[in-house]
Structures are given as structure tokens and as C-alpha cells.
């Protein structure tokens, strides 16, 4: 049963770091702006993507019933309920791989600091850091998992903790609209002179 979950943590493991390198490879500066807005302000990230995460169902309902009561509109909604799913999945997988790009920047960053000789810091290795750090919580419930009580305290926290990650990175997207938005992150955006 211990080697099944490795294995099966493994799989999760390459799955989103194959989606995070695509993400780092096709819209690098969107993913670092909600990286910057999760790392400077987690607290408002969480509670946006908690409201939203409450927020979603409700608004699904009143896309559907709003589409529904105009003949146009009942034709749409097979279309308009796949976009949407595909947003809220593409919004908690998106931030969820920019808080792992926050943590493995912050992690990096320390390690040079302290003087690690670690190579050139970039995306694809903060990344890496960060899923490897996430992902760390649950690599302790395979180790511990077969213990009564305990692995499934482990089990629990491993939950809560990608929970926790996962809003605050929801909350991200929607504060920084997907990376749109670059001066939420806050950036310097220079005065534009007319």
C-alpha cells in the first residue's frame, strides 16, 4: 500500500510539474505576476480565493438560469457550463502552480543569500522547489500512512495544507485577473506622460 501511494504521489507530482514547466514556457510573466501578488499579500490571496471558492457555485447557478430564460441562451449553455468549468479547474490549478513558484522563489532566493552556489536561479527551478516542498506534507503520509491515528492526522494536514495553498493561489488569480493585472502584484508601473 506504501509503494501505491508513492507511486501514485509521484504521478501527481510529474503531472503538475509537466503543467507548471508548460505554464512557465507559454505565459511566464502571467504566472509571475500572481506569484508576486500570493507572496505579497497571502493574506488577502487566501481570503479572495476562499470567498471566490464559496462564490462558485452561486455563480454557476446564475450563469445557467440567466442563459436559460432567452432561447439564444438555452442553446449556449452546454458550452458556456464546459467554459466555466474549465476556468474555475484552469483558476485553482494555475494558482496552485503560482504559490509553488512563490515558495521555490522564496526558498532559492534564501539559499543564495546563505551562499549556496545552487546555479542560476530561474522559473523551472522555483518551480520545482516549490512543488517539492508542497508535495513534502504528503510524501510524510506515504511514509506514515499506515499508522492508525497518526497517518491520518498526517492525511488531514496534508488536506488542509494544499487547501490552504490552493485558495490562497485561487485568490491570486482572481486579485491579479490571471496575471493580467500586473500592478495588484505591486509592481512599479511607471507614470505615463502625455
Given at each position: 500500500?506504501?509503494?501505491?501511494?508513492?507511486v501514485g504521489?509521484?504521478?501527481?507530482?510529474l503531472?503538475?510539474?509537466?503543467?507548471?514547466?508548460?505554464?512557465?514556457?507559454?505565459?511566464?510573466?502571467?504566472?509571475?505576476?500572481?506569484?508576486?501578488?500570493?507572496?505579497?499579500?497571502?493574506?488577502?490571496?487566501?481570503?479572495?480565493?476562499?470567498?471566490?471558492?464559496?462564490?462558485?457555485?452561486?455563480?454557476?447557478?446564475?450563469?445557467v438560469?440567466?442563459?436559460?430564460?432567452?432561447?439564444?441562451?438555452?442553446?449556449?449553455?452546454?458550452?458556456?457550463?464546459?467554459?466555466?468549468?474549465?476556468?474555475?479547474?484552469v483558476?485553482?490549478?494555475?494558482?496552485l502552480?503560482?504559490?509553488s513558484?512563490?515558495?521555490?522563489?522564496?526558498?532559492?532566493?534564501?539559499?543564495?543569500?546563505?551562499?549556496?552556489?545552487?546555479?542560476?536561479?530561474n522559473?523551472?527551478?522555483?518551480?520545482i522547489g516549490g512543488?517539492a516542498?508542497a508535495?513534502?506534507?504528503?510524501?510524510?503520509?506515504?511514509?506514515?500512512?499506515?499508522?492508525p491515528?497518526?497517518?491520518?492526522?498526517?492525511?488531514v494536514a496534508a488536506?488542509?495544507?494544499?487547501?490552504?495553498l490552493?485558495?490562497?493561489?485561487?485568490?491570486?488569480?482572481?486579485?491579479?485577473r490571471?496575471?493580467?493585472r500586473?500592478?495588484?502584484?505591486?509592481?512599479?508601473?511607471?507614470?505615463?506622460?502625455?
Amino acid at each position: 500500500l506504501t509503494a501505491l501511494r508513492a507511486v501514485g504521489l509521484a504521478g501527481v507530482f510529474l503531472t503538475l510539474l509537466i503543467l507548471g514547466f508548460a505554464l512557465v514556457l507559454f505565459g511566464r510573466p502571467q504566472l509571475e505576476v500572481v506569484s508576486d501578488t500570493v507572496a505579497r499579500s497571502f493574506g488577502r490571496s487566501f481570503v479572495t480565493g476562499l470567498v471566490g471558492q464559496v462564490l462558485v457555485v452561486p455563480t454557476f447557478g446564475m450563469l445557467v438560469v440567466g442563459l436559460a430564460l432567452t432561447i439564444v441562451g438555452v442553446l449556449l449553455i452546454p458550452f458556456v457550463v464546459v467554459a466555466y468549468l474549465l476556468l474555475v479547474v484552469v483558476g485553482l490549478l494555475g494558482g496552485l502552480l503560482a504559490v509553488s513558484h512563490a515558495m521555490g522563489e522564496t526558498w532559492i532566493r534564501r539559499r543564495l543569500a546563505s551562499g549556496a552556489d545552487i546555479g542560476s536561479p530561474n522559473s523551472f527551478r522555483y518551480l520545482i522547489g516549490g512543488l517539492a516542498g508542497a508535495l513534502a506534507v504528503w510524501a510524510t503520509w506515504v511514509l506514515v500512512g499506515w499508522v492508525p491515528v497518526a497517518g491520518n492526522l498526517v492525511r488531514v494536514a496534508a488536506i488542509l495544507f494544499t487547501w490552504l495553498l490552493g485558495a490562497a493561489g485561487f485568490g491570486a488569480m482572481l486579485l491579479s485577473r490571471a496575471g493580467i493585472r500586473e500592478n495588484f502584484a505591486g509592481r512599479l508601473i511607471p507614470v505615463q506622460i502625455i
